[in-house]
């Protein structure tokens, strides 16, 4: 439902980075939120009447906030290492989507009413005014930036773009031109609990089926519990997993893997999603509230670990942000911090990586494998930006590309890597990352998806790759909307836990029934 | 003194000035604005020694950049070695009497001048003629450049041409400046462009893009250890707001006891 034609690109050999073609990507950006979704978040409703005076004083707090918004705002010396390191320019050749370009949409703003040449030499120094043209180029393209922090990687400062794209969303978001897609979804998963706006018997049914038709599959009893009280683990996991393909079979997965273990888990109806899409519109109180449903959750249920599912920037938010928001962590010495601590079993990493889990029940030997199950794909992966850019795995240094690796070599005999300077820190972004997953920006998103489509080609050339594997909700909805555009079958993307899912032997019939009959059921 | 020597002595006392104090404020900024997330990129130090072995590798090597683009990274760094090994040899001029013998190490390298210009030559060649860095450029990016360049081949003719200047006289005005002994200087029209355009250099460092000299080692993304699971890193703004708004959180929530 694109609103205009535009050509699907051809992918070449080899990655080239293309002439500059101005306003190629120029337009209305995405569909633009309205009151019934801005008024919740605390935003107003509709652009506000004095929004310049309102943006400006938003820009000021921010970077009187935020130390990376007033760095990487002064440092930039326009060196042009990072214009060729964003995928939407490679796919796009808009020249607004090199990172520099699209962060100097915000930066001459700040030079024009921050600094002194700004002030006094607005031509020398490239500052301009905040007028009604430039807000729409903001909304334009802050809304191509999938904050997957590629560029920040080579830049010689590390300017993040994501940190200048969040900023900039959260303007837009404070004089009232907010995005829908974002602010709809958050909505429901701040109220309701995730992003679906599933309730909690519609959750518990969708449960059930499955634990059903994996009993009818297996003749194994895998369960899905939801709410128990006093469980081991606390799973939070991307909405996604409860429903959408290829998703649901990772899902099933994770529920193999506990299961063998024998371990008690839950999931909570309160706290039933891992996306946290605050993190998109920068806002750091929405995504504290979001994720504070989540330690009332561990806290509610006396769950001594929490776990997060392959979800990209949940394990982001999860990873790096966690502690800092809500307390799921360790070392903390505030109260606040320490109330959840100390029901938190300190022996484990927290909050802990389905990856990690499943990585380690392999490094003990606790699972086994029959591998020629998937005998019939060659495997690649697809390191997803949040995750490889912005966490670790493993306490390891570079843990974060290791572990998903090593798990997915001990479920398949048939491995090989992408292209080095399309994966691990490197990683080309599927294209729909950052609160860009929506019909609305279906251009950009497959432009976007070309770099990492042209890395993709290459090894189903060679090696005869049929199958991507992908640790992240948003880049599995992603490729499979757009691998049919680059004559893909969208089949091919799985999740890491569908191949664990696919090989596992089950050798545990049965024994977890008495650990859940031994937990309290909470209904709400 | 000359009615020269009196402008250029008040002048390298104004750019002085306005130099301390527009950076100690800029770092002083720096140093108070808090960094409320970690958002370190990889590959990611996990430890604080990891930390300062990342900003080594960045400030000395240019690690990112090299990454990023080997012909930007040769002239640039070609350039920032240049300059650094230049400005060690200016040592001579201000310190009064004999020069400590350290400083004789980098007497040899005084054709650093043409690596430093070869560099800007590159990097300005690189600005004019890759469209994409010529669309991100601004007149100032271009003037930098013009002036650095300035600075250093007239600083080469004075070295390395027959057009060399009264060496003993810049001592004596340089270190003059430093013991306030003021002197005359040398009015060679090519000397007095360096010297002023050094000037103006220092005026603009703290409200220009030279900021990223200080920047480097505020970045957050290059600064931070990956550590965010086992400490819990908070900013004052945001630990104030957590004891303020606990209570409306939960209101805004609902569902809470």
């Known amino acids: 439902m694109a609103a205009k034609e535009f050509d699907i690109p051809v992918l070449p050999t080899y990655l080239e980075i293309p002439e500059i073609k101005e306003g190629?990507?120029?337009?209305?950006?995405?569909?633009?939120?309205?009151?019934?979704?801005?008024?919740?978040?605390?935003?107003?409703?509709?652009?506000?009447?004095?929004?310049?005076?309102?943006?400006?004083?938003?820009?000021?707090?921010?970077?009187?906030?935020?130390?990376?918004?007033?760095?990487?705002?002064?440092?930039?010396?326009?060196?042009?290492?990072?214009?060729?390191?964003?995928?939407?320019?490679?796919?796009?050749?808009?020249?607004?989507?090199?990172?520099?370009?699209?962060?100097?949409?915000?930066?001459?703003?700040?030079?024009?009413?921050?600094?002194?040449?700004?002030?006094?030499?607005?031509?020398?120094?490239?500052?301009?005014?905040?007028?009604?043209?430039?807000?729409?180029?903001?909304?334009?393209?802050?809304?191509?930036?999938?904050?997957?922090?590629?560029?920040?990687?080579?830049?010689?400062?590390?300017?993040?773009?994501?940190?200048?794209?969040?900023?900039a969303?959260?303007?837009?978001?404070?004089?009232?031109?907010?995005?829908?897609?974002?602010?709809?979804?958050?909505?429901?998963?701040?109220?309701?609990?995730?992003?679906?706006?599933?309730?909690?018997?519609?959750?518990?049914?969708?449960?059930?089926?499955?634990?059903?038709?994996?009993?009818?599959?297996?003749?194994?009893?895998?369960?899905?519990?939801?709410?128990?009280?006093?469980?081991?683990?606390?799973?939070?996991?991307?909405?996604?997993?409860?429903?959408?393909?290829?998703?649901?079979?990772?899902?099933?997965?994770?529920?193999?893997?506990?299961?063998?273990?024998?371990?008690?888990?839950?999931?909570?109806?309160?706290?039933?999603?891992?996306?946290?899409?605050?993190?998109?519109?920068?806002?750091?109180?929405?995504?504290?509230?979001?994720?504070?449903?989540?330690?009332?959750?561990?806290?509610?249920?006396?769950?001594?670990?929490?776990?997060?599912?392959?979800?990209?920037?949940?394990?982001?938010?999860?990873?790096?942000?966690?502690?800092?928001?809500?307390?799921?962590?360790?070392?903390?010495?505030?109260?606040?911090?320490?109330?959840?601590?100390?029901?938190?079993?300190?022996?484990?990493?927290?909050?802990?990586?389905?990856?990690?889990?499943?990585?380690?029940?392999?490094?003990?030997?606790?699972?086994?494998?029959?591998?020629?199950?998937?005998?019939?794909?060659?495997?690649?992966?697809?390191?997803?930006?949040?995750?490889?850019?912005?966490?670790?795995?493993?306490?390891?240094?570079?843990?974060?590309?290791?572990?998903?690796?090593?798990?997915?070599?001990?479920?398949?005999?048939?491995?090989?890597?992408?292209?080095?300077?399309?994966?691990?820190?490197?990683t080309f972004c599927c294209g729909g990352g950052g609160g860009l997953l929506t019909d609305d920006l279906m251009e950009i998103r497959i432009k976007g998806a070309m770099p990492r489509m042209q890395a993709l080609k290459e090894v189903e050339k060679t090696d005869g790759v049929n199958t991507l594997v992908a640790i992240c909700a948003i880049c599995k909805s992603q490729f499979s909307k757009v691998l049919p555009k680059f004559d893909f079958d969208p089949y091919m993307i799985v999740s890491a836990h569908q191949l664990v899912s696919e090989a596992i032997i089950m050798e545990k019939p049965q024994t977890d029934d008495s650990v859940t009959q031994e937990a309290e059921e909470v209904t709400e | 003194m000359s009615a020269i020597s009196t402008i250029f002595t008040a002048l390298f006392y104004l750019s002085l000035a306005v130099f301390l104090i527009g950076m100690a404020r800029k770092i002083y900024q720096y140093t108070v604005t808090p960094a409320p997330l970690k958002i370190p990129t990889a590959p990611t130090p996990l430890t604080q020694t990891g930390v300062v072995m990342r900003m080594a590798r960045e400030v000395v090597l240019f690690e990112s950049l090299f990454k990023a683009n080997k012909w930007t990274w040769l002239f640039g760094w070609l350039f920032h070695v240049g300059l650094l090994l230049v400005l060690v040899r200016h040592a001579r001029y201000f310190w009064p009497g004999d020069l400590p013998e350290i400083f004789l190490l980098v007497q040899p390298f005084k054709y650093a001048a043409f690596a430093m210009v070869i560099g800007l030559i590159g990097l300005m060649g690189r600005r004019i003629f890759v469209e994409r860095i010529r669309y991100i450029s601004a007149p100032s990016d271009y003037l930098m450049l013009i002036m650095l360049l300035i600075i250093g081949i007239s600083g080469a003719v004075m070295t390395f041409t027959s057009n060399h200047t009264d060496v003993i006289m810049v001592k004596e005005f340089a270190s003059g400046l430093i013991t306030f002994n003021w002197a005359d200087l040398p009015t060679e029209i090519h000397f007095l462009v360096h010297l002023f355009l050094v000037f103006v250099l220092m005026a603009i460092f703290?409200?220009?893009?030279?900021?990223?000299?200080?920047?480097?080692?505020?970045?957050?993304?290059?600064?931070?250890?990956?550590?965010?699971?086992?400490?819990?890193?908070?900013?004052?703004?945001?630990?104030?707001q957590e004891q303020d708004h606990a209570v409306k959180l939960d209101e805004a929530l609902g569902k809470d006891k």
């Open chain 2, 206 to 240: 703290p409200i220009s893009k030279l900021l990223h000299v200080p920047g480097i080692f505020f970045s957050p993304t290059r600064n931070q250890v990956d550590d965010a699971r086992k400490k819990r890193h908070i900013s004052p703004w945001a630990l104030k």
């Open chain 1, 169 to 426: 969303r959260e303007v837009l978001d404070a004089v009232g031109v907010g995005q829908k897609y974002c602010n709809q979804i958050l909505g429901k998963a701040i109220t309701i609990g995730n992003n679906l706006g599933l309730p909690e018997p519609a959750l518990r049914d969708t449960l059930l089926d499955l634990e059903e038709e994996i009993e009818e599959e297996t003749g194994i009893a895998v369960k899905y519990p939801l709410d128990v009280k006093g469980a081991e683990i606390l799973l939070i996991t991307p909405s996604a997993d409860f429903f959408a393909e290829p998703h649901i079979d990772g899902l099933i997965g994770y529920g193999k893997v506990f299961h063998e273990d024998g371990v008690s888990w839950t999931m909570s109806s309160y706290a039933s999603e891992g996306a946290n899409f605050g993190m998109f519109i920068g806002s750091y109180d929405i995504m504290r509230k979001a994720a504070l449903r989540i330690r009332k959750a561990a806290l509610d249920l006396e769950v001594s670990r929490v776990m997060v599912g392959e979800c990209g920037h949940a394990w982001r938010v999860a990873y790096s942000f966690w502690n800092t928001l809500t307390g799921v962590g360790a070392g903390a010495t505030d109260e606040f911090g320490l109330k959840l601590q100390n029901q938190l079993d300190s022996r484990y990493p927290q909050p802990q990586h389905i990856i990690e889990y499943t990585h380690d029940l392999i490094q003990r030997g606790k699972l086994k494998f029959d591998k020629s199950v998937n005998d019939d794909r060659n495997v690649t992966f697809h390191d997803s930006c949040n995750v490889a850019r912005a966490t670790n795995m493993g306490g390891i240094p570079n843990g974060q590309f290791i572990l998903p690796r090593e798990v997915i070599k001990a479920v398949c005999n048939n491995y090989v890597d992408m292209e080095r300077s399309t994966i691990k820190e490197s």
């Open chain 1, 24 to 167: 190629i990507m120029e337009g209305d950006g995405p569909f633009k939120s309205s009151e019934q979704f801005q008024n919740p978040l605390g935003f107003p409703g509709e652009k506000v009447d004095n929004w310049q005076e309102v943006a400006i004083e938003k820009m000021g707090e921010l970077k009187s906030k935020y130390r990376s918004v007033q760095v990487f705002l002064d440092s930039c010396v326009k060196c042009g290492a990072c214009t060729d390191k964003c995928h939407y320019f490679l796919g796009s050749s808009d020249p607004k989507n090199m990172p520099v370009a699209r962060q100097d949409l915000f930066r001459s703003v700040y030079r024009r009413h921050f600094t002194f040449a700004g002030k006094y030499f607005p031509k020398l120094v490239g500052a301009k005014e905040l007028d009604d043209e430039m807000l729409d180029d903001w909304y334009n393209y802050f809304h191509q930036c999938s904050q997957c922090r590629r560029c920040s990687v080579f830049c010689p400062y590390g300017i993040d773009t994501a940190e200048i794209s969040m900023a």
